[in-house]
């Protein structure tokens, strides 16, 4: 059995702004590095929030997220936009990319931040997108691509830091078949390549591929 | 992919926004070049016309103002207050050489030309004039122009003018000088007295000291002598140099105005920048930019509306003051200037002091909405719709 790449312990989030709600209650679960997992369950159950979490995106109410034995919980900021630079890649479901910038400077974009040489940046957006099949969209903006198009280039961006963990929430949530059966083939190619692949989901056919696959109901993890 | 090519690309997303934007630092910042160019050329001029004056003490009436002493450089017409009798006391100091102006004016084709009535002889060795054409010659029926006039008015030699309804024959243009004895027309002094009935009186009275070291026994000894006040000519342009201080900072202050309003434009386009990009910056947060980064980035756009602004209202501002400059020429108040070139001055310096200052208000104004987008939180962000 692989070490766990994340382990949760007692991991609360609530949110107050008058109304108290519990968005996840003591949850307590590990990933084991280089694993497809699946994170289910209904809408407003918790899902994204510990994918946020999970992320360094927020920080718990209270318990601790451990990557690689590190509490991300005790991190400062800075240290956890570092993390985030160097170790992990995001997919959302509405894509998420700059329209300002072509396919390839989203893909730089990321590489920018995480401190790549600059001179490094086009042969390697050029590379990862031509990993998912857009190398003829290099210079075309996230308006004039569709949805499928979109969220593969949102793969390749979460992949220019080379990062060890791809944490996606509901990549294929806005995508039609076709485009997500092609989107899971390449979710799968890049987890035989070793990286730990985590996705929250209503989707069956993602599940599918999944190597487990956790349940959240009403913030509690459902064995 | 660096940062400035990402503030670059975000800074004319919405192109008539950044237009507009940019417009109204661009404004104030040409206005603001405008008016430290002509301030920066009114000094200059005035430091000139003291030069011309040739004198180290200007000789007044008691009880002149500062208005009056900067007539005395103008060339603006004067009250004619010191008599005779207190010319002929000045004149009688030894070490000194004493020069009595009447200046007066007179229209020609119905436009103001300065007349100074001077004594003839002694005004020639005083300024070292030269003819252009004609021959230097002052007497009850002779007149003798500035280059500028004669310009102006296409005067040559032996051409009739009417002053005050007396006619004079040109006899000479001066050498051009390039200042204001282009511009007047020359008179005797007992003519031009005469003409303009002001008895034996005359306007002003300029001094040549013949030893330096003796300038403060004059000051004291000629108030002496007669009933008359005594001005240094670095006196005389201090206090001319202090209203056009006053005035230029006036001016100055309603430049910063203009600009202080330009820059809440900025701090508006920011603001909306940043709810617009809320989401925008929660990406970039998922994609590892530290606070310091999202504040960088806003805050450069913000510096970049300014070196935009900056390097747009340079231009306007040199324009303005290159195309402007003949007509400003014209009014009253610069009338004097004498050449056009005083007002056209392009310094660097006043240029890179205007584009420095338009960047640190344009950075001070992006301040605000540069922090309120760094403390966003990612999630926050993340989530916005």
Known sequence: MNEPIYRTEKLTKAYDDGYRTVALADVDLEIPRGSLSCIMGPSGHGKSTLLHLLGGLDRPTSGKVYLDGLDLSAMNANILAEVRGRRIGFVFQFFNLLPVLSVQENVEVAMMLARVPTSEHPARARELLGLVGLEDKLYARPHQLSGGQRQRVAVARALANDPDILLMDEPSGNLDSNSERELLDHIRRINQQGKTVVIVTHSPNVAAIAGSILHLRDGRLVV | ?385
């Open chain 2, 1 to 385: 992919m660096t940062r400035r090519k990402l503030v670059l690309r975000n800074l004319v997303r919405k192109k008539s926004r950044f237009l507009f934007t940019v417009l109204g630092i661009a404004v104030g910042v040409a206005s603001l070049v405008t008016l430290l160019s002509l301030g920066s050329g009114l000094e200059a001029e005035v430091r000139k016309q003291a030069d011309v004056l040739g004198a180290e003490l200007v000789v007044t009436p008691k009880g002149w103002c500062a208005y009056e002493q900067i007539s005395v450089l103008t060339g603006e017409s004067l009250p004619e207050a010191i008599p005779n009798e207190d010319v002929e006391k000045v004149t009688a100091i030894p070490g000194l050489t004493a020069i009595p102006y009447l200046v007066q004016r007179t229209a020609l084709r119905n436009q103001p030309v300065t007349v100074v009535g001077i004594p003839p002889d002694a005004m020639k060795k005083f300024k070292n004039w030269e003819m252009d054409r004609g021959e230097y010659l002052l007497d009850q029926q002779s007149a003798v122009v500035g280059f500028g006039v004669a310009k102006q008015f296409e005067l040559n030699p032996d051409q009739i003018l009417t002053i005050r309804g007396t006619e004079f024959r040109l006899r000479g243009v001066l050498k051009e000088l390039g200042n204001r004895d282009d511009l007047a027309i020359y008179l005797d002094l007992s003519v031009a007295q005469k003409i303009y009935q002001v008895g034996d009186k005359v306007s002003f009275i300029a001094v040549k000291v013949h030893d330096l070291t003796q300038m403060d026994r004059y000051i004291l000894e000629i108030p002496e002598q007669a009933n008359v006040a005594v001005v240094s000519d670095k006196q005389l342009v201090k206090s001319v140099l202090a209203i056009v201080g006053a005035v230029r900072t006036t001016l100055l202050l309603i430049a910063a105005v203009a600009i202080l309003a330009a820059c809440f434009g900025i701090v508006n386009t920011m603001m909306t920048a940043t709810y617009e990009r809320k989401r925008e910056v929660g990406i970039l947060q998922a994609l590892g930019a530290r606070k310091s980064t999202i504040f960088s980035l806003f805050l450069w756009e913000s510096a970049f509306y300014g070196f935009f602004g900056g390097v747009l209202g340079i231009l306007a501002g040199s324009a303005f003051s290159y195309f402007a400059a003949p007509y400003l020429g014209h009014s009253e108040f610069s009338a004097f200037l004498g050449s056009e070139q005083s007002v056209r001055i392009f310094s660097l310096e006043i240029m890179g002091q205007c584009l420095v200052f338009s960047l640190l208000v344009a950075s001070l104004a992006g301040v605000y909405p540069a922090w309120r987008a760094a403390r966003l939180s990612p999630v926050e962000a993340i989530s916005y719709e």
